[in-house]
Nanobody, 114 residues
Framework: QVQFVESGGGLVQPGGSLRLSCTASGIIFSAYGMGWYRQAPGKQRERVAHIYDSALINYVDSVKGRFTISRDNAKNAVYLQMNSLKPEDTAVYYC????????WGQGTQVTVSS
């Protein structure tokens, strides 16, 4: 069974940083592009970053220059370093494959507020 477990969220002031982590199981992790997604209250879930390997990375415009996605295939893990956080980054963050699997994790809440 495919499973994703996210962690690392929290409450941070504007301009602060957080590092999100996600571990995956039930898939051949290295064979998949991985993405970080977020869903803010009242909004649809959006993919904010994805990675196939170090040469194939993309970000949504709103996070370019502030967020960095990385992966460790040996640990079945994907990370999201978030810097210069803004209130509009407040959302529940999820990881999933690039073409999302139907089994979403519980997500991790990121709240950016003073």
């Amino acid at each position: 069974q495919v499973q994703f477990v996210e962690s690392g969220g929290g409450l941070v002031q504007p301009g602060g940083s957080l590092r999100l982590s996600c571990t995956a199981s039930g898939i051949i992790f290295s064979a998949y592009g991985m993405g970080w997604y977020r869903q803010a209250p009242g909004k649809q879930r959006e993919r904010v970053a994805h990675i196939y390997d170090s040469a194939l990375i993309n970000y949504v415009d709103s996070v370019k220059g502030r967020f960095t996605i990385s992966r460790d295939n040996a640990k079945n893990a994907v990370y999201l370093q978030m810097n210069s956080l803004k209130p509009e980054d407040t959302a529940v963050y999820y990881c999933n494959t690039f073409s999302p699997n139907s089994n979403w994790g519980q997500g991790t809440q990121v709240t950016v507020s003073s």
